[in-house]
């Protein structure tokens, strides 16, 4: 490293195509990335076994190491009243002739085509999908009308004003449905930051692909999404299987932390932008209101490190922020205190367990004590890392699960390969479709329920079932997934919706605000 030289050069992100085509490329079945390990491992052995041992007296294994795991079973699910349960088969579930299990009401929406030209064939291509997404949505249990307005518009330029004149014209307008070209980024962007932060309408988003095939599925999962933005709840765990935890008022809250890119250089940024360091982070955290875990709220805060400048990784909000969902599950429950809160912490790495079990968790206990100084919930604090290079492979191939051969959904490690005397495990919770599986590590860094191994695996597998976009379970719990959800949605507030401004943290700050309905919604969804 000392005789390197890193050449200067501005950061370049890849495009969908790229990341699309890279995806293909590397996506390997289980079978084929072991057997490359394998040999990866062999010829390193080979290259440096002679070194390691005379410098460091030291030797290493070139096979695999064997570990012992089990498979969960997957939690039977709740779906329409009149639905018979249903239990999970290969990570997910078909909705086919079933209900969502408590079905909202959608009768005000309208639609903002971008991506065709206003003529006879545009509107019927229109009005066909419109009869199938609403034949599919009562179908499955929820009330649904065809839109009472839709227009075409061009530019991005058109969208606050178009959405300003229906909020006018509709004061009860529940959504505003946009249908958008394949690529255009800025178009989403500049929908979402309208509907989350201006007039305070759930928004949803479909390509003109989907509109074109009008295929069953792409209905079916669009209304699984609008219904979850209206205050639906598609399906629930079970009561007869639940963890404990879930039989008493618990709060179970997600967080994660992400950083915008730096603004456009050259002839399209209007103001300076500072430097890459200095760029703010966005945290949000999230946090569940009903006794399923279905329903979430969300806080997001723009942040800058008060020492040196540089991106935050701690969120330091954290304690004002919990305290906003407290008051807001003290109300969606109708005056209930929760007397366990699990928190699901994302986008930590192993060398910041210290400093996130110093200022996160006390930050969480600050929250309650602001809100009754003598109210002390049980908190298990758990950090969740997809970034790692651990993979898990079927030592008995009959036990392979799909055509990729990956391990099961439900494979739990927790020996061998786990801290010797910390609480942690290996969960790999979805269906491995393409490539190999990557398990999620799951850390417990803070835990006064006193949780057993076994219940608090379960408990995780069971919130990676009610993910509300998709009949699949997921490859973390949801509230996690719904935390990264948010600060992305946040990122592209900031990172579309500036108009060539600097992210510094007061621009950030007022780009992500969603307005105080959505605050009530899951917009994210």
Request: glycine share 6%; proline share 6%; aromatic share 8%.
């Amino acid at each position: 490293m000392d005789v390197c030289t890193v050449i200067p050069c501005e950061k370049k992100h890849l495009t969908e195509e790229q990341t699309s085509n890279l995806i293909k490329s590397t996506a390997r079945p289980a079978p084929e990335r072991q057997q490359d390990i394998d040999e990866w491992a062999k010829k390193y052995v080979e290259f440096s076994a002679e070194y390691l041992d005379k410098e460091f007296g030291i030797s290493v294994h070139s096979k695999m190491v064997k570990v012992e795991g089990r498979v969960l079973p997957a939690p039977p699910l709740s779906l329409g009243p009149q639905d018979e349960v249903l239990t999970p088969q290969k990570g997910g579930w078909d909705l086919r002739g079933k209900h969502l299990h408590s079905g909202a009401q959608l009768s005000v929406w309208t639609v903002a085509c971008f991506a065709l030209e206003p003529n006879q064939h545009s509107d019927g291509l229109l009005r066909k999908f419109f009869k199938a997404l609403t034949n599919m949505s009562c179908r499955e249990g929820m009330k649904m009308t065809e839109p009472v307005d839709w227009g075409y518009f061009r530019s991005r330029h058109e969208v606050d004003g178009s959405f300003r004149e229906w909020k006018k014209k509709f004061p009860n307008l529940q959504l505003v449905m946009v249908i958008v070209p394949m690529k255009n980024k800025e178009i989403y962007a500049e929908v979402k930051r309208v509907g989350d932060n201006v007039i305070g309408i759930p928004t949803q988003c479909v390509r003109i692909k989907q509109v074109e095939e009008c295929k069953p599925q792409v209905c079916a999962n669009l209304s699984m999404k609008i219904n979850a933005k209206l205050g639906g709840v598609n399906h629930v765990i079970h009561p007869s299987v639940k963890s404990l935890v879930f039989q008493q008022p618990v709060i179970i809250f997600g967080a994660d932390v992400t950083h915008p890119p730096p603004a456009k250089k050259g002839a399209d940024a209007t103001h300076p932008s500072p430097p890459e360091n200095e760029i703010p982070s966005i945290a949000a955290v999230v946090a569940s209101m009903d006794v399923n875990a279905a329903k979430y709220h969300a806080r997001v805060r723009a942040q800058k490190n008060k020492r040196s400048g540089g991106a935050q990784e701690i969120i330091i909000d954290l304690a004002v922020m919990v305290k906003e969902l407290l008051v807001d599950f003290y109300k969606e429950t109708k005056g209930r205190k929760p007397k366990r809160i699990i928190f699901y912490r994302d986008g930590v790495s192993e060398g910041q367990f210290d400093e996130v079990l110093v200022h996160e968790v006390r930050a969480v206990q600050e929250a309650c004590e602001m809100l009754d100084k003598e109210y002390h919930p049980q908190i298990t604090f758990i950090v969740v890392q997809k970034r790692h290079h651990t993979r898990l492979f079927c030592e008995d191939k009959r036990d392979a699960s799909g055509k990729e051969q990956n391990v099961p959904p439900g494979t739990t490690v927790d020996r061998g390969i786990t801290h010797p005397y910390e609480f942690d495990f290996y969960l790999c919770s979805h269906y491995g479709i393409k490539g190999t599986s990557r398990p999620t590590h799951y850390h417990v860094l803070y835990d006064e329920n006193g949780f057993k191994a076994d219940g608090l695996q379960k408990l995780t597998y069971q919130l990676c079932h009610v993910y509300a976009r998709c009949p699949r379970s997921v490859s973390m719990p949801a509230p996690a997934f719904y935390a990264h959800l948010v600060a992305f949605r946040a990122r592209y507030h900031v990172t579309y919706g500036r108009d060539g401004e600097a992210i510094d943290l007061e621009t950030s700050a007022k780009a992500i605000e969603v307005s105080d309905k959505m605050k009530q919604s899951m917009y994210f969804a």
